[in-house]
């Protein structure tokens, strides 16, 4: 690669690199401090409520230091999230959101972690966990059967010589200076596992996303993702990040892997050398295989949810209404562009469009109305209200309303006069002056307070015409009728 081409490289680093930007950040020591104190340590997943509350507390603080924070904690966050420290997702209980540091924020803190604690550049551990791990990848990658098998007759016979030389009493503890070393090399290794986790539920995103998007776009009526998931094929624990993840998880969900990383922890611990080693490391390193469980089930949740909705996606054929979107989208865009040789950008039209959705508009925007300084901009005139006309406001009652009250009238005298009656009986002696709504008044009137049996009764009554209906049968008897409709 040339100075050219390698410049060209780093320029576009520079600019789409979030560990970069946050390096070029006038804020960037409150960044880093805040991101690494309340998602960096035990907890990696914070409401964004309780996260809002913690980074307000601080600021205050960092004001009364002379550290130029004039915004609020909550405007602050979204800086964050949009320059890509931050990554926001729903809360596993399905209530609000949390926030998580992304995987480019744990590198960034990484990096000035390794810049304000400066280890040595050369130790004898590092290149020992080098070397092991390159002869181990060797041996493992092996194809040979001879060649596998002499080398590991020569580390059983190298085994074996240790072991006779142990019962002899031949041998020396690691230099205290040498096992801490290693210890702090490894814990330091161990603190970049956390930013593989949130790469891992990074790439997982992308790839659910853009197996939707191979889904959608793709022309044919059976596409392969689509195929796939038709036939239970599962396309994100199948890629390769899901099958790296499902092998990472499996290790550290295995009971004998804990137990044995746990009591050599302990054992540590327990050496001489670990005096000289800061406590919170060897605090870090109980609590690892822990919280890599918590963080592991994250991530494998995540995969699951992403896996189901996929699934979902496909097999409630959700996808083929979208298909129909994208083909509207791009038939517009073609005839967009077919306009575009004939009307330019400013053209006027005769067209009105009406969003599907609301504007979105800052709270900030808003302002309290105070009623008293608002001024009326004419002034306000009087008219003089003329007497009320009761029987025309009556009459107008009457034409959208049904007169229970006339109704239960009726039934009082009719009640009084022949002792039980029915509807009909009633329509015979008062005539039905609201028409039809007159028969619904006493069919409403008879199911409160009449005796409704289940068979026809014919009942008649005078509009413009003779009408004639059938109703459920209601008797209306003395019991029943109140003594205020007399």
């Not at 600021?59 to 609020?72: A, V």
Request: hydrophobic share 40%; aromatic share 6%.
């Amino acid at each position: 690669m040339s100075a050219v081409t390698k410049a060209l490289a780093l320029r576009r680093l520079r600019e789409d690199s979030p560990v970069i930007s946050l390096m070029r950040q006038d804020t960037m020591a409150v960044i880093a401090a805040e991101l690494s104190e309340h998602l960096g340590g035990d907890e990696r997943s914070v409401p964004s409520a309780e996260l809002y509350d913690l980074v307000d507390a601080d600021l205050d603080e960092l004001r009364r230091h002379g550290f130029d924070l004039p915004r609020s904690a909550q405007a602050y966050c979204a800086d964050w999230l949009r320059a890509g420290f931050l990554s926001r997702h729903p809360a596993a209980s399905g209530r609000g959101e949390v926030f998580e540091m992304s995987a480019a924020g744990h590198e960034a803190i990484r990096i000035l972690e390794r810049l304000s604690e400066p280890r040595p550049a050369a130790t004898e551990s590092r290149l020992s966990m080098i070397s092991n791990e390159l002869v181990r990848l060797a041996t493992d990658t092996d194809e040979s059967i001879t060649s596998r098998v002499s080398t590991l007759e020569a580390e059983r016979d190298r085994l074996d010589a240790a072991i006779e030389e142990t019962r002899r009493g031949h041998f020396a503890p690691a230099d205290p200076e040498v096992a801490a070393a290693r210890l702090l090399d490894l814990a330091q290794q161990a603190r970049d596992v956390p930013a593989d986790f949130a790469r891992v539920r990074d790439s997982m995103d992308s790839l659910n996303r853009q197996l939707r998007h191979d889904i959608i776009e793709d022309d044919a009526p059976q596409g392969a993702v689509l195929d796939d998931v038709f036939l239970g094929v599962d396309r994100i624990h199948d890629s390769p990040e899901g099958r790296s993840f499902d092998a990472f998880h499996a290790m550290v969900m295995d009971p004998e892997a804990d137990a044995r990383f746990t009591e050599a922890v302990e054992d540590i611990a327990s050496r001489d050398f670990a005096a000289t080693v800061d406590p919170q490391t060897l605090a870090f390193l109980r609590d690892y295989m822990v919280n890599l469980q918590h963080e592991s089930l994250d991530v494998a949740h995540s995969m699951g949810s992403f896996s189901r909705s996929l699934r979902e996606f496909v097999q409630s054929r959700q996808f083929e209404a979208f298909r129909e979107l994208a083909d509207r989208l791009r038939s517009a865009q073609r005839t967009g562009i077919e306009a575009a040789r004939v009307l330019r950008l400013l053209d006027r039209m005769q067209w009105q469009l009406e969003l599907t959705s609301p504007e979105l508009r800052s709270v900030g925007r808003l302002a309290l109305h105070v009623p008293s300084e608002v001024q009326a901009p004419e002034e306000v005139i009087s008219h003089t209200v003329d007497s009320v006309d009761w029987e025309d406001l009556r009459r107008r009652v009457r034409e959208s309303e049904i007169d229970i009250a006339e109704v239960q009238g009726w039934v009082a005298e009719t009640v009084g006069a022949r002792g039980a009656s029915t509807v009909g009986e009633v329509l015979a002696r008062h005539p039905a002056t609201q028409g039809l709504a007159s028969v619904v008044g006493l069919c409403i009137t008879g199911a409160r307070h009449g005796v409704v049996r289940d068979q026809p009764e014919s009942v008649s009554w005078q509009t413009d015409s003779l009408r004639v209906a059938a109703v459920l049968s209601t008797t209306f008897t003395f019991e029943e009728v109140p003594d205020e409709w007399t």
